[in-house]
């Protein structure tokens, strides 16, 4: 399967600077010859904008950094999948550390969040990953195993083919500490493994990516560890050459 590159924008950029990220990007990766999958997770304000941008790339699609399980509805605040689709987005992120551990999302509501906006037609990248006291305190295989098991609890086997997982240790995300070749690959063995207790054979073809302080001299190294399909970006996402040069390496 081609390896996944992703970039998540978090809370930065405006619709002009999304769209000027977004074209120069597809400026230089445009002719560069690449079996590589690009997602870009921009603010929703500006997903349309990046997806206009990126409309001529063939390798490239778009998605939301989150998304509510209800189909409309006295939500305020709230968006939907449909809402999603229609601003050009085709992926979703559900579960990212900064939504469990800033916006205190629950396991169960992660669970209802990935297999609502599956069954609405999105592919989903379900997140998880431990902190590190749980890591400290010997918990890794608990924590990923609650998370997969909750965030996987109400999937319609139909949908596996339009999911992915990315493994990001909250002690890695923005924080500039990148997980060793041993850390990732540990982690990424016993998820492979936890995945298949959830999802049975299936569980062989969802990619599982890495995820936390990925930057250009660090991510050919990850790419080349076993279990590791894809790596989704924050900070080094922000600018498109630094991000260029992932895709890249
Ligand atoms: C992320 O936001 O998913 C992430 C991995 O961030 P960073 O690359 O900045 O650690």
Redesign the pocket.
Known sequence: MPKIIAA?W?MYKTRAEARETAAALARLLTEKRTDRQVIVYPPFTAIAEAAAALDGLACAAVGAQDVYPAAEGAFTGEISPRMLTDAGATWVLTG?SERRHVLQESDELVGRKTAFALANGLCVMLCIGETLKERESGCLREVLQRQLQAGLAEVAPGDISRLAIAY?PVW???TGKVAGPDEAREAHGITRELLRDVLGAAAASVPLLY????KPDNAAGLLALDNVDGL?????SLEAESFAKIVLA
């Open positions: 998540n978090k990212h990001e890695a995300i923005g995820g936390g302080s990925v989704l970006v924050g900070g080094a």
